[in-house]
């Protein structure tokens, strides 16, 4: 079945320790993008990406850093300098290379901060 | 000012319930308007999606568009407690997309 697969669901971090969230898709979808979801905030876009080794900062960018060394693949990496990293991470991809509301996601990623 | 405004709820109803859920937005540039299911700990699937003003129909789901109003709606009818979940609007113009906070919706059998 094609999907985009995210790891781990939960994931508990001490203060000032690095975590990394993995993401993958088989749709071949062009387009990966990150989410944050906190309650009673809408999704937030961290960070984008529309074609391999090229990537943009989203709205909340600061504190975070990904990679996209291969189609399939968005890792996002939670830095020590992200201030409230406790939150659900989304992983989403489409079709184009355009930020299309047309967005595919995983099941998300629980982050926990210690 | 959020840009896109939406009721947290939780909104419950009876099984069989018509459910009216809504949005409101302040960028008239917006052209895209989007309904998301999101059920609990899992990540949002795509429920509708719109262009212009006017309604679009698919099975029980109806989605209203009022571009002069600046709303925009979507309609469950025959409600069913697996509709329980959170609803997100979202609504794009550009490479600009917006979602709003979502609603709580609990369908009681």
């Known amino acids: 079945d094609g999907g985009i697969t995210q790891s781990p669901k939960y994931l508990f971090r001490k203060e000032g320790q690095n975590v990394t969230l993995s993401c993958e898709q088989n749709?071949?979808?062009?387009?990966m993008y990150w989410y944050r979801q906190d309650p009673g905030q809408g999704l937030r876009l961290i960070y984008y990406?529309?074609?391999?080794?090229?990537?943009q900062k989203g709205d909340i960018a600061e504190g975070y850093s990904v990679s996209r060394e291969k189609k399939e693949s968005f890792p996002l990496t939670v830095t020590s300098a992200q201030k409230n990293p406790t939150a659900f991470y989304l992983c989403?991809?489409?079709?184009?290379?355009?930020?299309?509301?047309?967005?595919?996601f995983g099941e998300g990623s629980r982050l926990t901060v210690l | 000012q959020k840009e896109v405004e939406q009721d947290p709820g939780p909104l419950s109803v009876p099984e069989g319930a018509i459910v009216s859920l809504n949005c409101t937005y302040s960028?008239?540039?917006?052209?895209?308007f989007m309904w998301y299911r999101q059920y609990s700990r899992k990540g949002p699937e795509l429920l509708m999606y719109?262009?212009?003003?006017g309604n679009k129909e698919d099975g029980r789901f109806t989605a209203q568009v009022d571009k002069s109003s600046k709303y925009i709606s979507l309609f469950i009818r025959d409600s069913q407690p697996s509709d329980s979940a959170t609803y997100l609007c979202?609504?794009?113009?550009?490479?600009?997309?917006?979602f709003g906070a979502g609603t709580i919706l609990r369908v009681k059998s």
């Open positions: 979202a609504m794009e113009y550009g490479n600009k997309l917006v």
């Open positions: 990406s529309q074609i391999v080794n090229d990537f």
């Open positions: 719109t262009y212009s003003s």
């Open positions: 960028n008239s540039a917006f052209q895209y």
């Open positions: 749709l071949n979808h062009d387009a």
């Open positions: 989403a991809s489409s079709r184009g290379q355009s930020n299309t509301g047309e967005l595919f």
